[in-house]
C-alpha cells in the first residue's frame, strides 16, 4: 500500500494530481472514524504519530511506536479496513522532544526514537532536525540540519535491512511556524521560496551521497515546504495559490517529488484541493480532527445538561478546565491576554491544545459518563436543534453518542478525501 504514496508524482505527471490525507491524531475516535471512512472509501489510511505524542518513553500519550501500531490495528479490523490498507507514518522525527539538552544527547535519543519507529513498521518518516538544542542559535543552517537528518536516516536504514522487510521512505523539510498552529493572531504567511525549496533539496542530496545513503535518498517522495497556509488561535490563512505560484516549477524539475502540506487544517475541500493540483499532494491534518470531536462532545454535555437536573451544568467542560488548570504546560505558552481570554482558548481555540487531555483520567472519567448518561435516551429534535444543529438526524431514536462524535469527525475527513481524489468540483 505504500505504492499510494510512492504514485502520488506520477498522477500530476499524467495530469490527475491524486493526494493523500494524513491523519495526525492518537485518539480512539478520531482513529476510529478515519478507519471507517477509509473502509468506506475503499482507500487507503495513512495515520502519523509525532515525535512528542509517541516516542520511546511513550510521549504525551504513554504510547511507544509498537502501542500506537497495535491500538490502531486492532481499531482498523473493528472498522473492516484492512491492515494492508494502513500506512504509518512518523511526523517530526528528530530531537525536538529533547531539544533542552545538548545536541549530541538530544540526537542519540532521536536516533533511537527513529529505530524504534522502523521496528514498529513505520514506513513513511518525516526526518525533521531542524531544532536547535541546547544553547544553540536558531535558526540551524541548512547544513547542519541535513547532517543530522541523514544520521537519523542512516539508523532508519540499518534498522530495516536488519529486519529484512522493506524499506521506509522518507520525508525531508521542515515548515515555519512550528507545527500545531501559529501562538498568536496571524494576518499573512509567507510561502517557501522557490529557492529555498531547491537549495533544502540539493544540500540533502550533498549530504546524504556524502555518507554513502544513495539509497535512501533514492527514496526521498516529498519536501516539506510551506505554501501559505496556517491557523493561530482564532484564525485561519487559506491557501492562495498566486502566492505560492513558482513552488510547483521545483517539481517539474523533480518530477519523482511531491511537496507536503503541514498545518492544513481548516481549509475546507476547494483549498485543499487546490493545493493538491498544485503539488501538496500529502495534506497534514490533526487539530481539526480533535477540535470537531471538542465540538459534538460540548454538545453533548449541553444535551445531558438540559436533559437530566442530575448530570450538572455542563460537566464535561468542568472536567476539562479543571484538568487544564491543574497542568498548563500544553497551553501556558500559547494562550496569552486576560484570564476570561485564556480561558476562551483553553476550550474554543482552533489550536486545540485540549486534545492534550482527553487522555488523563479526569477527563476520559467524564466522557465516559457523558456517553453512558446519553446511551440508548430519545434526544428531542428541539435540543439538537439549540445544541447540536448539524446532527438532527440523530434526535427521535435512542442515541448512540459516540456515534455522532464519529460523523462528526469524518465530515472533516471527507474534506479531504474530496481534495485527494482527483475530483474537479465541489462548493
Given amino acids: 500500500m505504500i505504492d499510494a504514496l510512492t504514485t ?16 495526525c491524531s492518537a485518539h480512539p475516535l478520531v482513529v476510529k472514524a478515519a478507519a471507517r471512512e477509509a473502509a468506506d472509501a475503499g482507500a487507503p489510511l495513512l495515520i502519523e504519530a509525532t515525535c512528542n505524542q509517541v516516542n520511546q518513553f511513550g510521549g504525551y500519550t504513554g504510547m511507544q511506536p509498537a502501542d500506537f501500531v497495535s491500538g490502531t490495528m486492532d481499531i482498523a479490523r ?7 490498507r494502513l500506512i ?13 539538552e545538548p545536541a549530541e544527547s538530544a540526537m542519540r535519543k532521536a536516533e533511537d526514537m527513529v529505530d524504534a519507529y522502523a521496528r514498529a513498521g513505520f514506513r513513511k518518516l518525516h526526518l525533521d532536525a531542524s531544532m536547535g538544542c541546547g544553547s544553540e542559535a536558531e535558526p540551524l543552517g541548512d547544513a547542519t540540519i541535513a547532517e543530522r537528518a541523514a544520521r ?7 534498522t530495516a535491512a536488519a529486519l529484512g522487510g522493506a524499506m521506509p521512505v522518507y520525508v525531508i523539510g521542515t515548515e515555519v511556524p512550528p507545527p500545531g498552529g501559529a501562538h498568536h493572531a496571524i494576518s499573512e504567511i509567507e510561502p517557501t521560496s522557490l529557492e529555498e525549496a531547491r537549495n533544502t533539496l540539493e544540500v540533502h542530496r550533498e549530504v546524504f551521497r556524502r555518507h554513502g545513503l544513495d539509497g535512501a535518498l533514492s527514496c526521498v517522495i516529498a519536501i516539506v515546504v510551506q505554501p501559505g497556509v496556517e491557523f493561530g488561535n482564532e484564525n485561519v490563512i487559506l ?6 505560484a513558482r513552488l510547483p516549477a521545483l517539481l517539474a524539475e523533480e518530477p519523482n517529488l511531491v511537496y ?26 490533526g487539530p481539526e480532527l480533535t477540535y470537531r470531536l471538542r465540538e459534538a462532545l460540548y454538545g453533548l454535555d449541553l444535551i445531558a445538561s438540559d436533559l437530566f437536573p442530575d448530570y450538572g451544568p455542563r460537566a464535561l467542560y468542568a472536567a476539562m478546565e479543571q484538568a487544564m488548570l491543574a497542568d498548563e504546560s500544553h497551553w501556558r505558552s500559547h494562550y496569552r491576554g486576560t484570564p476570561a481570554h485564556q480561558r476562551l482558548g483553553r476550550h474554543y481555540s482552533f489550536s486545540d ?22 446511551t440508548g435516551r430519545t434526544v428531542p429534535i428541539t435540543l439538537f436543534r439549540q445544541h447540536l444543529p448539524t446532527f438532527e438526524t440523530f434526535a427521535g431514536k435512542p442515541l448512540e453518542p459516540s456515534e455522532l462524535v464519529i460523523s462528526a469527525v469524518r465530515r472533516g475527513l471527507e474534506d479531504y478525501r ?5 475530483a474537479a468540483n465541489r462548493s
Avoid at 491544545?353 to 446519553?374: D, H, K
Avoid at 474530496?418 to 482527483?422: D, K, L, R
Fill in 353 to 374: 491544545r485540549i486534545r492534550y487531555y482527553w487522555g488523563q483520567p479526569g477527563p476520559t472519567a467524564a466522557v465516559e459518563r457523558l456517553v453512558a448518561t446519553l
Fill in 418 to 422: 474530496y481534495a485527494a481524489s482527483g
Fill in 260 to 285: 507536503e502540506a503541514h498545518s492544513t487544517d481548516y481549509q475546507g475541500p476547494r483549498p485543499l484541493r487546490a493545493l493538491v493540483e498544485d503539488g501538496f499532494a500529502i495534506l497534514k491534518v
Fill in 8 to 23: 502520488l508524482a506520477a498522477s500530476r505527471r499524467e495530469g490527475t494530481a491524486k493526494g493523500m490525507p494524513s491523519v
Fill in 239 to 244: 491557501y492562495d495559490r498566486a502566492r505560492a
Fill in 78 to 84: 473493528r472498522e473492516n479496513l484492512p491492515a494492508a
Fill in 152 to 158: 537519523l536516516a542512516a539508523r532508519a536504514e540499518r
Fill in 88 to 100: 504509518f507514518g512518523g511526523d517530526h522525527l528528530g530531537p525536538n522532544p529533547w531539544r533542552d
